[in-house]
């Protein structure tokens, strides 16, 4: 046997082991909430299913503010996002008004959202969310919580929001990681 076809036989057993130690490995969802602020941790009771990175954007529109006359500030509107899996594939979308999770298999839910916290400047803050039933079967089924959390900006316009440029509408680019919980 030549020394070339010695390498890729070596090659081949190599990568056959590898593949085999890696399919006998636990794909278990990597992320802790350790380090979250108690307000937007997923009680007991609960586990992770599925972990997404939200890649998009938020539309915000100048408007008069709620019960302050003659003030105005940038209302949001609504998201409109991919969700990622880790791999960087898409396996659904995040948009509204009402704001919806929506898988690539249709199944979808609305939540309420139950906590805020902050997440530093700049960026939008960590929030959980308690899901509604899912709309149609799938990844979406059966889902009671999400996290949005490692979020990268999304806040309102730094631009001036006035009676002159009432409503005007921006658009701000964010990412953020959406973690979705079931029943345990």
């Known amino acids: ?24 490995m636990s794909m278990q969802p990597m992320f802790s909430q350790d380090s979250l602020p108690d307000a937007v941790k997923v009680p007991a009771g609960n586990k992770v299913v599925m972990e997404t990175v939200g890649v998009g954007q938020i539309t915000y529109e100048c408007r008069d503010k709620a019960g302050t006359p003659g003030a105005m500030e940038w209302f949001f509107v609504g998201p409109d996002a991919a969700l990622n899996n880790r791999a960087g594939k898409q396996v659904g979308k995040y948009y ?58 999304g806040v309102a316009p730094a631009a001036a929001c006035t009676a002159a440029n009432k409503g005007a509408r921006e658009v701000v680019k964010y990412q953020a990681d959406y973690i979705f919980w079931k029943a345990a």
Do not use: F
């Open 96 to 153: 509204g008004p009402p704001a919806t999770w929506e898988s690539m298999d249709g199944s979808k839910i609305t939540a309420t959202q139950l906590a805020v916290a902050p997440a530093g400047a700049g960026n939008i803050p960590y929030q959980l969310v308690k899901a509604n039933p899912a709309m149609g079967m799938g990844a979406m089924s059966g889902v009671t919580h999400i996290q949005r959390v490692a979020t990268k900006g």
């Open 1 to 24: 046997m030549s020394i070339r076809n010695l390498t890729l036989v070596a090659a081949a057993i190599s990568a056959t082991a590898l593949l085999t130690a890696c399919g006998s």
